[in-house]
């Protein structure tokens, strides 16, 4: 075997395992500097914040639906488990679901499930909380995200009110 | 001295094909879609903790956050009905009718994935605008001026500059077991060119 060709297998090696690592990493990475770019927006975890209705001037994550109202938690249950509290919710359509470090979303919550009721649930990390918490997430750091549907523009002081009082925090 | 500048060179080439490769194959959403209905395409996999890696960097690319199916289904165009990439250059219609979802919303999205400026901050058109216009059929013009063409139809604004890709993200939430089971057979609206500059 020739020298260039021994040279040529080892790049194509290492460019074919480069490729399937850069795409593994990814979701990650990505969803690393969405977090680090909210933080630089003086975010902080464990703690639920609102911003306004998604508009070109105002957008921080791709495809933001203009239509709902997003409110974030940035969490980190390293330290044990976190809490997310409502209280009573509007009549429209919300959810609160849960996205991991590799941004999969390993929980939802919505109107339909909770009813009227208001919510009241724990999340710990995978093995480290195991059995005392209603949802695992599979890393120690992700993301909280609330939607509420605005459907028109007289409902927007319901939602935000309501909204205001969802509570993401340190269990202990 | 000479076996570094090898090592460099190979290390430099396997990272401009690796890492190029796989970056264009995600920007050019080359992982296949689990469904495909006219223009209209999306993955089941959303949000889903079984997706695989290429599905995963793709959504995290183009719709970090997406909710899994049973929350929402997502379909996406990024061509007309007759296959050609959509355009600021151009105008279209979007004809449809209600769809089986409990709330649906189609939004425009210019080349980097966010939401189009335009004067009157209009980004999506709704089942509840078509609800309140009371018909159970709709028109929607995509201009870049974002005038109205047509007296009964809704307008968007599909992008900034002349010749700007741009593509069009129907959200269905909650939607109908129908769907759910068959998302190929929904009666997705029709993507129209209309002319180009």
């Known amino acids: 075997m020739t020298r260039f060709l021994r040279l040529s297998l080892i790049c194509v090696s290492l460019a074919v395992g480069l490729h399937v690592l850069t795409i593994a990493a990814m979701p990650r990475v990505l969803m690393a500097i969405a977090s680090a770019r909210m933080q630089e927006q003086g975010m902080v975890f464990n703690e639920m914040v609102h911003p306004g209705p ?6 921080t994550i791709v495809r933001p639906s203009p239509d709902l109202l997003y409110s974030v938690c940035l969490y980190d249950v390293t330290a044990g488990p976190i809490r997310i509290s409502t209280s009573t919710m509007p009549d429209t359509y919300w959810s609160i679901s849960g996205f991991a470090a590799n941004t ?3 929980f939802v919550i919505n109107d ?3 009813g009227s009721e208001p919510v009241d649930v724990t999340i710990g990390r995978i093995g480290a909380d195991p059995g005392d918490v209603d949802y695992h997430s599979p890393s120690a750091r992700g993301m909280i995200l609330l939607r509420m549907l605005m459907k028109d523009a007289d409902a927007l002081p319901a939602l935000e009110e309501a909204r205001r009082m969802v509570g993401c925090e340190a269990v202990n | 001295m000479r076996a570094i500048g090898t090592a460099i060179i190979v290390l430099f080439f396997a990272l401009l094909f690796g890492v190029g490769s796989a970056l264009y194959r ?3 959403l080359s992982s296949s879609p689990d469904f495909q209905v006219g223009p209209w395409q999306g993955s089941l996999h959303a949000g889903s903790q079984a997706a695989d890696g290429l599905t995963r960097a793709v959504i995290a690319r183009t719709a970090m956050l997406a909710l899994n199916r049973e929350e929402a289904i997502y379909y996406i165009a990024s061509t007309d009905n007759d296959g050609r990439a959509l355009s600021s ?4 219609s979007l004809t449809g009718g209600d769809m089986p979802a409990r709330w649906w919303s189609i939004t425009a999205y210019g080349p980097d994935y966010f939401l189009i400026p335009n004067v ?3 980004y999506s058109i709704t089942q509840t605008d078509i609800q309140a216009a009371g018909e159970g059929e709709f028109l929607v013009e995509l201009a ?3 005038v109205r063409r047509s007296p009964d139809s809704l307008v968007l604004s599909n ?3 002349p010749g700007q890709t741009f593509s069009l993200l129907l959200r269905l939430y909650h939607p109908s077991q129908a769907v759910l089971a068959a998302p190929e057979g929904l009666a997705v609206p029709i993507i129209s060119n209309l002319g180009c500059l």
């Open chain 1, 104 to 106: 999969d979303n390993f």
């Open chain 2, 144 to 146: 870049a001026d974002g």
């Open chain 1, 54 to 59: 998604r508009t070109a001037e105002e957008q």
């Open chain 2, 120 to 122: 009157e901050n209009r």
């Open chain 2, 89 to 92: 250059s151009c105008r279209y």
């Open chain 2, 26 to 28: 995600v920007e050019t």
């Open chain 2, 159 to 161: 992008g900034t500059g």
């Open chain 1, 112 to 114: 339909v499930m909770a």
